[in-house]
Structure formats: structure tokens, C-alpha cells
């Protein structure tokens, strides 16, 4: 009865390990938002569940391809799928206190945010950190008075909070625990023979 008491503790803490080690945005679902004139106006929302290529082909212009890897958003108006024009951000919200998008948690079940910084690739003119907002989440990337080129990409690199040393203390006891009694079982029945 113990031991297989021990061997349920060890499984469910390695499933623990295995889905928090890799946290990501991989497998998850999304809720793109296209924010327009303010932080609480939703002008264009889908969901999508991120995997292998592009997530999403904005409906407002039709322009802006979304693509998410497991650490990564890349944003832009040609990446192999999209038209490759250039999309001004300020004709629309040239007064508006934000226009742009934010990325949340569709489901309750994300990693939470730890970070987020702009990836050396990103070739937005203009963009910088105090465009970038976020919380454990979600992330706002307000765009307002910029100008996309037809190349322009903005990408991003999101670093996720990393399984507490707790958990893999206790994972590593549990192991070690359940090889000792099983050694000890072992020892017990070649002494019978």
C-alpha cells in the first residue's frame, strides 16, 4: 500500500515538472485583442491556440500577420504570408491613448509572465520598452503615432516565471525516496532465497 502510494506522489509530481519546466506559450490559448481608442476597448478579439506557423491575420487591416513561437511574438505586415504594404498606426489613433494589441491568458491555465524585451531583429522604428505593458497574463503593445514598413517586423522575446526550487526539492526527495525502499524491497526478498 505505501509504495504505491509513493510511486501516485512521484508521478504526479513529475507531470508537475514536466508542464511547468517547459513553460511557454505552446499549446495555449490566446486572446488577441486589437485595442482602439483606449486600454479598455476592444476594437477586434479572436482566440487561438498557439502551435507551429502563424497564429492570426488581423481582420482590421488585413495587413498584420501574428505569429507566436514558444518564447517569442513577432508582429508585421509580410511574414511570407501577409500583403508586405506598410500600415500607419497614427492615421487612426493619432490621438487615441492606445492603438495596438494585447495578448492574454484565454483559458486561466498560462505561465506566468516574468518579462518582456525586444528582440534585436525587430526593425520597428520607434518602438521601445515604454510601449510594452504587462501583468502575469497578458501583454498591451500600444503602437500609437507609428509607422510600419512593408518589411518591419517588431518582435519580442517573453521569459516565463521558472519552476519554484521548492518543487524540485521535493521532486528529487520523492525519487531518491522511493529507489531507497525499493533497494530496501529488493535486499528483503534475496535474503528469503
Request: net charge negative; aromatic share 12%.
Amino acid at each position: 500500500m505505501i509504495s504505491f502510494t509513493i510511486k501516485y506522489i512521484i508521478l504526479i509530481c513529475a507531470s508537475i515538472v514536466s508542464v511547468s519546466a517547459n513553460a511557454s506559450f505552446l499549446g495555449n490559448d490566446i486572446l488577441y485583442e486589437y485595442i482602439y481608442p483606449d486600454i479598455n476597448s476592444s476594437f477586434e478579439h479572436a482566440i487561438f491556440t498557439v502551435g507551429d506557423g502563424v497564429e492570426y491575420i488581423t481582420g482590421t487591416s488585413g495587413r498584420t500577420v501574428i505569429d507566436l513561437t514558444a518564447n517569442t511574438i513577432t508582429i508585421g505586415p509580410n511574414l511570407g504570408i501577409g500583403t508586405g504594404q506598410s500600415l500607419d498606426y497614427s492615421l487612426n489613433g493619432g490621438s487615441a491613448q492606445f492603438n495596438g494589441y494585447r495578448f492574454s491568458d484565454a483559458t486561466g491555465l498560462f505561465p506566468s509572465i516574468l518579462s518582456v524585451d525586444i528582440d534585436k531583429t525587430t526593425t520597428l522604428s520607434g518602438f521601445s520598452l515604454d510601449r510594452i505593458s504587462f501583468t502575469q497574463s497578458s501583454i498591451a503593445l500600444n503602437l500609437g503615432n507609428l509607422y510600419a514598413g512593408a518589411n518591419d517586423l517588431l518582435v519580442l522575446n517573453v521569459t516565463f516565471v521558472p519552476l519554484p526550487s521548492s518543487i524540485w526539492l521535493f521532486s528529487s526527495m520523492m525519487i531518491s525516496f522511493y529507489g531507497l525502499t525499493s533497494r530496501s524491497k529488493m535486499r528483503a526478498v534475496r535474503w528469503r532465497f
